[in-house]
């Protein structure tokens, strides 16, 4: 039976910038980079070396903790530089594309056939199993683990995320191909949530082998965590997986056609952008070809990812593994006379405390700036009304800070995630660096449990 | 607006850390962010954030305590040109009020905000912004009479003993403000109670008119004495008490701008009258004496009651932190200020009283809503596993 689960509390932050139903092709030939910080608690241990050349689907690096988890060239071409950071940790990969992609191949299957070994080793052995990650702590799942469930959300909240319905239009076989591989992975059920106006179309309400819920409301409602919370929620010990509706096709790619295929479409969007629109791309990419001559002057924040938890990177950066957007804000590092005292009509606050409040359905321009001093936690009641959960912030956030493990297993740590808390970060009056405290927290109980 | 950018930029390096003034360095930041907003800007988790920062909250609740204030400094010179037998006119009325009050403001925003900057140097802190709005609530809550020098050995009490030595704002146990109140109250009982000191110049009484009593209505019923003021005349304000809390009407706006900003909790004001109206029910039940027998509106119009669930019990730091917490704290403090008031003649007023009583128990009341959450989700488990 399919829930309808109505959420009230939450925020959309409406941007300018949203992407335009259009989708732009470019040449694929550029360059491309892995980059180990995409992925949590992982240990890179490098299989290449500068000058090798590899094809789609050749593994560049493992995991040092569980060598079965591989990740996996997106291109065929060559290892251009290993760049390595502060006690030579391993920031990017680079991998230069070459014209003609040669393809590993993985042997076509279908995915009724196989036993749940041979679907983990596949997706292992393709480097695929990476794009499926665990809750609690957002790591790449553990192909040891039965988990209760796996969760795909088929529609992002967050500020100018993409359209799904719009970038799997055409995929819906695929998806369900993907969907079959996936559903042996486990003994509980998968789980695929809609939201009943932004998925309208049939790729996903169409889907077999899947149990469909329905949820409404405001962002963070298409948060995966969020959505667990609400159907199968996470005691200690319980492991749910979960996926982007985006990456159930590369892996229905795999059954179909046999090679690990990282094309997705993505949306280029945000204030600064020209004309803000979709762009079909190899996962990894550099971004800089995809806002040549499609952004505005001035200073800008390149965003792999949403505003609330994507990562900076640099005007010539890469695409981040897990994301599916290219955000692009202007920065915020001038002095603002009188800023706090000013009515503010083009401020926008969750508050009213600015007169934006005026014009509600307004879209905002909004820079990187924190708009405030960082202060002791004074405002309460604040964080709770963006945290659709049965789940005290304030309290788990101190417990955190006090880095109390009892309390914070008390309070429900296994169910939150950044992505969670993003929210919360926006709208906190005291300026504090939230979704990092969530995550120490999650490293800490990680450490301790191991 | 350029010239003065650029004349902070150039003096700046003096105030930070092996400058010439490096022991200004928070005052000096204080000044340059009450200009300007900083230009720090994040650099991982949310790239956006939003507008709202501590100086525009509080300057939110200053806003919202400006009606008050502004009617508060026009009834001090009404009430004073009352006792002379003067009809004086609406702005003379305000001007005597205006010279009256903005001098109390002013010992308590040097005295205080002059100890918070000595301790945000010595904690290496920015300034909180938590005194502008603490500031003026305490002129705002005390007789209009009441010596200067007085005001700011309790101010300076109420910011090292209430607020610091917890170590600063968000951590204090109690309402700075009402510290502030308590301390006068309990170390100079006769400025701050009795009949004659909440109009100005009653005490000294050079040309009162004969008879003229000055008693607040709750004075009156304090020692169970019938008060004829009319419910009008209290809900607008028109009768002495401390300067801030007589117009019902002007705290009304101020919490309907609190509330409608969604900077004040909702929760506490309305538990708070709920509490209140509860307890004067059940008063009224009994009508043991003609005290107990005052309704629940006259009850809320009275004294400052309503100032004290607006803009006392909310203060989030000192009050319970947890929502559902929030309708437990403000339904007892209700409770207690109407039982102080009826139960004690020594304390005709027990709002304060109340309000300090019910801060040190909101971290027990959140203590038990915490547990509360805490077995829900043990109980998930126990469900789970069945």
Redesign the interface.
């Known amino acids: 039976m399919s829930k309808q689960i109505k959420l009230k509390k939450g925020l959309d932050?409406k941007?300018v910038g949203e992407a335009e139903r259009t989708i732009s092709t470019f040449d694929n030939t550029m360059e491309y980079a892995l980059k180990p910080s995409d992925f949590n608690g992982f240990t890179p241990k490098l299989l290449i070396k500068e000058g090798d050349e590899v094809q789609v689907g050749s593994p560049v690096f493992y995991n040092k903790a569980d060598e079965r988890i591989v990740i996996t060239s997106p291109v065929s071409g060559i290892i251009k530089t290993i760049v390595r950071g502060e006690k030579r940790v391993i920031e990017e990969i680079r991998i230069s594309a070459s014209a003609n992609q040669q393809f590993i191949d993985f042997g076509k299957a279908l995915p009724s056939q196989l036993s749940k070994e041979q679907i983990s080793e596949k997706l292992l052995k393709s480097g695929i199993w990476a794009l499926i990650r665990q809750r609690p702590y957002s790591i790449i799942a553990n192909p040891s683990d039965n988990p209760k469930a796996i969760f795909i959300s088929a529609f992002d909240t967050a500020?100018l995320a993409p359209d799904y319905d719009f970038i799997m239009h055409g995929k819906g076989e695929l998806f369900q191909t993907g969907i079959d591989a996936i559903a042996k992975l486990t003994s509980g059920k998968v789980y695929l949530n809609l939201h009943p106006e932004m998925n309208t179309s049939k790729v996903f309400s169409y889907s077999k082998n899947v149990e469909i819920n329905y949820f409404t409301g405001p962002h963070p409602a298409g948060n995966v965590g969020i959505q667990i919370h609400h159907l199968s929620?996470i005691?200690?010990g319980?492991i749910v997986w979960y996926i982007n509706p985006e990456d159930v096709v590369t892996i229905g790619k795999l059954f179909s056609e046999g090679k690990y295929d990282a094309t997705k479409v993505i949306a280029i969007c945000g204030s600064e952008v020209l004309h803000p629109k979709y762009a079909k791309v190899i996962g990894n990419c550099n971004i800089s070809n995809l806002v040549k001559n499609n952004v505005k002057e001035g200073h800008l924040?390149y965003?792999s990812g949403n505003?609330?938890?994507?990562?900076?990177i640099a005007t010539n950066g890469y695409l981040g593994f897990y994301d599916h957007q290219i955000?692009v804000?202007p920065?915020?590092?001038?002095?603002?006379?009188?800023?706090?005292?000013l009515p503010?009509l083009d401020?926008?606050?969750?508050?009213?405390?600015?007169f934006?409040w005026l014009t509600p359905g307004k879209k905002y321009t909004?820079?990187?700036?924190?708009?405030?001093?960082?202060?002791?936690?004074?405002?309460?009641?604040e964080y709770?009304?963006v945290l659709p959960m049965?789940?005290?912030p304030?309290?788990l956030i101190k417990a955190i800070l006090a880095e109390d493990i009892d309390m914070m297993e008390?309070?429900?740590i296994y169910e939150v995630d950044?992505e969670d808390f993003?929210l919360v970060?926006?709208?906190?009056?005291?300026?504090s660096?939230?979704?990092?405290i969530i995550r120490n927290g999650l490293d800490l109980i990680r450490k301790e449990m191991n | 607006m350029k010239a003065l950018r650029n004349y902070i930029d150039k003096i700046k390096p003096n105030f930070e850390k092996g400058g010439k003034y490096e022991k200004l360095q928070s005052t000096f930041d204080a000044i340059e962010t009450f200009l300007y907003v900083p230009k720090k800007v994040t650099f991982k988790g949310s790239h956006i954030r939003d507008s709202i920062d501590m100086k525009r909250t509080m300057s939110v609740v200053l806003i919202a305590l400006m009606p008050a204030l502004l009617f508060g400094m026009w009834n001090v010179g009404y009430q004073h040109s009352l006792s002379i037998g003067e009809s004086n006119g609406i702005f003379d009325n305000f001007l005597f009020g205006a010279i009256k009050v903005i001098p109390l403001i002013a010992v308590s925003y040097i005295t205080g905000l002059g100890i918070e900057f000595i301790f945000a140097q010595y904690r290496g802190h920015e300034v909180n912004e938590g005194f502008l709005v603490s500031g003026m609530l305490i002129p705002m809550i005390v007789p209009i009479d009441i010596p200067l020098w007085m005001l700011a050995v309790a101010t300076a009490f109420a910011v090292i003993f209430g607020k610091e030595v917890f170590g600063g704002t968000g951590m204090n146990v109690f309402n700075p403000a009402l510290i502030a109140r308590a301390f006068i109250f309990f170390a100079y009982p006769a400025q701050i109670t009795g009949d004659k000191i909440w109009i100005a110049g009653l005490t000294e009484g050079k040309g009162v008119i004969d008879g003229f009593s000055g008693a607040t209505p709750l004075g009156n019923w304090g020692q169970n004495v019938v008060d004829n003021t009319s419910f009008i005349d209290m809900f607008l304000g028109f009768m002495p008490g401390s300067i801030g809390e007589t117009s019902k009407l002007a705290i009304l706006i101020g919490a309907g701008i609190l509330i409608f900003t969604g900077i004040g909790s909702w929760r506490i004001m309305i538990s708070t009258l709920l509490g209140a109206v509860f307890m004067t029910l059940i008063f009224n039940l009994f009508a043991a004496n003609e005290y107990m027998k005052v309704d629940p509106l006259t009850h809320i119009v009275m004294g400052g009651f309503l100032f004290g669930a607006v803009f006392m019990a909310t203060d989030p730091v000192s009050a319970s932190q947890t929502n559902k917490g929030k309708y437990i704290y403000g339904f007892i403090l209700g409770i207690f200020a109407i039982m102080i008031r009826v139960f004690n003649p020594a304390y005709p007023e027990g709002m304060m009283l109340a309000i300090l009583l019910m801060n040190t128990f909101a971290p027990l009341i959140d203590y038990y809503i915490i547990e509360a959450n805490i077995n829900r989700r043990l109980k998930r488990v126990k469900k789970a596993v069945n």
């Open positions: 932050i941007l500020p929620p005691n200690k319980d924040r965003i505003p609330l938890t994507g990562s900076k955000t804000i920065e915020g590092d001038f002095h603002e006379f009188f800023g706090w005292a503010g401020k926008f606050s969750f508050s009213r405390s600015y934006s909004i820079d990187t700036n924190y708009h405030g001093g960082e202060r002791a936690y004074v405002i309460t009641g709770e009304k049965d789940i005290l304030m309290q008390k309070l429900g950044e993003a970060e926006f709208v906190d009056t005291s300026k660096e939230i979704q990092s």
